[in-house]
């Protein structure tokens, strides 16, 4: 699908021509869609050359008409001026512009002097307004394409809070997130008041409330695990220091993506010392919500009834979720009870082998599987678990009920203070996580969290490895050149010279004691003979 741009001075009265050609159109075909840029005449030539220098095209004058593909983004291709926008809408729809020059110039007066009272309200309706600044790194990733809308529409931050969007990426993508702003703004949400498009980090998080630091790091064939882990800390480094030095110091952090999204959580809380730990914390919400839609499944239950589901660990790494705690509502069994009733849900499933085998490996292969029927990322649910985790943490989770968060641990469960792990929390309406705990566990459910945690110290120890045990001082050898006409006895030869020496004493001795008890003496005894 298209949609016809048409930008130009206020004053100008092509301009006036050609837009009111374009509400034609709009209003004689269904699917033609129209934007409107209205641009003051004293900024017309900046507006202009910046606009034509990011998408590589020549053009001098008021108006400046291009058409965008809506459902596959680029720069667009340039129609033109008045005349040109003319010859389209002639060639394609067989429409053409009625207006004279006299009626021109006058809609063109009426247009400068609506741009003027319009910019006018505007600023005064700005300095009365607060708005959440919240922004969005990666922003040309398709999750945040279905995060605008929900944000927008107050679903995330509150029926009656206005936000200002920051979109943070590179260069590259500037050109796709000037055509994101442009459909945001044609939302024509009441709580939308701005959008700020940007490659400067320090100015994305400007005075941020809220930040999703996302990321879309893939590691490659011929790269180590260790290599990525180093690569993917390098990013979220680089912003958290600039978070720590640009953003509001109660802004909320919420990290996710490919990647160790624990050390990454564990990195930034290190390198951003000015914002409070429990204000960075990672996304377990989409692994937990495979995990309760495999579950609804297995029970033929709609997955928003599967409540309490744990997931202890690392994501995107060694984790384990629990279902010991989880119940079902909506379970159609034997017992039936109101909408607030609910069963436990390893009691309803009674499969232990599939607990333990089949439901690791569905909810592990579940994410890449959706990717591959759809040949294309899932992004519209990662984007709803960083929406359904923000609107908890901004406005309270449900009462009673137990969600995730990767947090740094206080010495909860026997987790090293300090390590990024995903716990069960709940979330109090002003905002505030609390980890759930002295929460009864198995030896076997002890065991596999022990295993996650080695799992997140392993990749912590890329960064930072453990010191390696002191090598002891080496020995003094003593050397000594023996001539080998006099070389030394063994041990052997002399424990055999021993054994002799000691057998001919105890022979004289013998003899000795014999020759006395007979009267006789010994040879060297008398007097030699002469």
Same mark, same amino acid.
């Given at each position: 699908?298209?949609?016809?741009?048409?930008?130009?001075?206020?004053?100008? @009265?092509?301009?006036?021509?050609?837009?009111?050609?374009?509400?034609?159109?709009?209003?004689?075909?269904?699917?033609?869609?129209?934007?409107?840029?209205?641009?003051?005449?004293?900024?017309?030539?900046?507006?202009?050359?910046?606009?034509?220098?990011?998408?590589?095209?020549?053009?001098?004058?008021?108006?400046?008409?291009?058409?965008?593909?809506?459902?596959?983004?680029?720069?667009?291709?340039?129609?033109?001026?008045?005349?040109?926008? #003319?010859?389209?809408?002639?060639?394609?729809?067989?429409? #053409?512009?009625?207006?004279?020059?006299?009626?021109?110039?006058?809609?063109?007066?009426?247009?400068?002097?609506?741009?003027?009272?319009?910019?006018?309200?505007?600023?005064?309706?700005?300095?009365?307004?607060?708005?959440?600044?919240?922004?969005?790194?990666?922003?040309?990733?398709?999750?945040?394409?279905?995060?605008?809308?929900?944000?927008?529409?107050?679903?995330?931050?509150?029926?009656?809070?206005?936000?200002?969007?920051?979109?943070?990426?590179?260069?590259?993508?500037?050109?796709?997130? !000037?055509?994101?702003?442009?459909?945001?703004?044609?939302?024509?949400?009441?709580?939308?008041? !701005?959008?700020?498009?940007?490659?400067?980090?320090?100015?994305?998080?400007?005075?941020?409330?809220?930040?999703?630091?996302?990321?879309?790091?893939?590691?490659?064939?011929?790269?180590?695990? &260790?290599?990525?882990?180093?690569?993917?800390?390098?990013?979220?480094?680089?912003?958290?220091?600039?978070?720590?030095?640009?953003?509001?110091?109660?802004?909320?952090?919420?990290?996710?993506?490919?990647?160790?999204?624990? %050390?990454?959580?564990?990195?930034?809380?290190?390198?951003?010392?000015?914002?409070?730990?429990?204000?960075?914390?990672?996304?377990?919400?989409?692994?937990?919500?495979?995990?309760?839609?495999?579950?609804?499944?297995?029970?033929?239950?709609?997955?928003?009834?599967?409540?309490?589901?744990?997931?202890?660990?690392?994501?995107?790494?060694?984790?384990?979720?629990?279902?010991?705690?989880?119940?079902?509502?909506?379970?159609?069994?034997?017992?039936?009870?109101?909408?607030?009733?609910?069963?436990?849900?390893?009691?309803?499933?009674?499969?232990?082998?599939?607990?333990?085998?089949?439901?690791?490996? %569905?909810?592990?292969?579940?994410?890449?599987?959706? #990717?591959?029927?759809?040949?294309?990322?899932?992004?519209?649910?990662?984007?709803?678990?960083?929406?359904?985790?923000?609107?908890?943490?901004?406005?309270?989770?449900?009462?009673? #009920?137990?969600?995730?968060?990767?947090?740094?641990?206080?010495?909860?469960?026997?987790?090293?203070?300090?390590?990024?792990?995903?716990?069960?929390?709940?979330?109090?309406?002003?905002?505030?996580?609390?980890?759930?705990?002295?929460?009864?566990?198995?030896?076997?459910? *002890?065991?596999?969290?022990?295993?996650?945690?080695?799992?997140?110290?392993?990749?912590?120890?890329?960064?930072?490895?453990?010191?390696?045990?002191?090598?002891?001082?080496?020995?003094?050898?003593?050397?000594?050149?023996?001539? @080998? *006409?006099?070389?030394?006895?063994?041990?052997?030869?002399?424990?055999?010279?021993?054994?002799?020496?000691?057998?001919? *004493?105890?022979?004289?001795?013998?003899?000795?004691?014999?020759? &006395?008890? %007979?009267?006789?003496?010994?040879?060297?005894?008398?007097? *030699?003979?002469?």
């Amino acid at each position: 699908m298209a949609k016809i741009v048409i930008a130009g001075k206020s004053n100008c @009265p092509y301009y006036a021509r050609s837009e009111l050609l374009g509400d034609k159109l709009s209003r004689n075909l269904p699917d033609f869609q129209l934007h409107k840029i209205v641009v003051k005449p004293e900024e017309w030539d900046t507006w202009l050359k910046d606009t034509c220098s990011l998408r590589e095209w020549e053009h001098k004058k008021s108006p400046l008409v291009w058409r965008e593909l809506i459902d596959r983004g680029g720069k667009g291709v340039l129609i033109g001026g008045a005349n040109e926008f #003319q010859e389209y809408a002639n060639g394609y729809y067989g429409v #053409q512009s009625t207006q004279n020059s006299e009626d021109m110039q006058k809609i063109s007066e009426e247009n400068k002097a609506y741009k003027i009272e319009e910019d006018k309200e505007e600023e005064a309706f700005k300095a009365l307004s607060h708005p959440l600044h919240v922004c969005i790194t990666n922003a040309s990733n398709p999750v945040c394409y279905n995060l605008v809308d929900a944000m927008a529409r107050g679903d995330v931050f509150g029926d009656s809070t206005e936000i200002s969007l920051h979109l943070l990426d590179d260069k590259s993508n500037m050109e796709s997130l !000037e055509g994101l702003k442009m459909e945001a703004m044609d939302l024509a949400h009441g709580l939308l008041r !701005e959008i700020i498009v940007t490659s400067e980090v320090s100015k994305a998080f400007k005075g941020c409330d809220a930040i999703v630091v996302m990321n879309d790091l893939i590691q490659s064939e011929k790269e180590s695990r &260790d290599d990525f882990v180093k690569r993917s800390v390098e990013y979220h480094v680089k912003y958290a220091k600039a978070i720590n030095d640009n953003a509001k110091k109660e802004v909320k952090v919420l990290v996710t993506g490919n990647g160790p999204t624990n %050390l990454n959580v564990y990195m930034m809380i290190e390198n951003a010392p000015n914002i409070p730990k429990q204000n960075i914390v990672g996304l377990s919400r989409r692994l937990e919500n495979n995990a309760k839609s495999v579950v609804a499944e297995k029970l033929s239950i709609n997955p928003n009834g599967v409540v309490d589901l744990i997931v202890w660990g690392n994501i995107n790494g060694d984790s384990f979720i629990d279902i010991s705690k989880c119940r079902v509502h909506g379970y159609d069994g034997a017992i039936w009870g109101p909408p607030s009733f609910s069963l436990p849900a390893a009691e309803m499933i009674w499969d232990k082998k599939w607990m333990e085998n089949e439901f690791v490996e %569905l909810v592990k292969n579940r994410h890449q599987k959706s #990717q591959e029927l759809m040949g294309h990322s899932a992004s519209m649910s990662r984007a709803a678990a960083i929406e359904t985790t923000l609107a908890h943490w901004w406005n309270g989770s449900p009462q009673g #009920q137990i969600f995730s968060f990767v947090v740094a641990s206080e010495g909860w469960y026997d987790v090293p203070e300090g390590l990024p792990c995903s716990f069960p929390v709940t979330i109090s309406p002003e905002g505030s996580w609390s980890v759930v705990q002295d929460l009864e566990q198995t030896d076997a459910i *002890k065991e596999k969290i022990k295993a996650a945690i080695k799992d997140i110290i392993a990749d912590k120890n890329v960064i930072y490895p453990p010191p390696k045990p002191p090598t002891p001082p080496p020995s003094e050898v003593k050397v000594t050149i023996v001539d @080998p *006409k006099n070389q030394e006895k063994t041990d052997g030869d002399k424990a055999a010279e021993s054994d002799s020496n000691t057998e001919a *004493k105890l022979a004289t001795i013998i003899e000795e004691k014999t020759a &006395d008890s %007979l009267n006789l003496k010994t040879p060297d005894s008398g007097p *030699k003979p002469e």
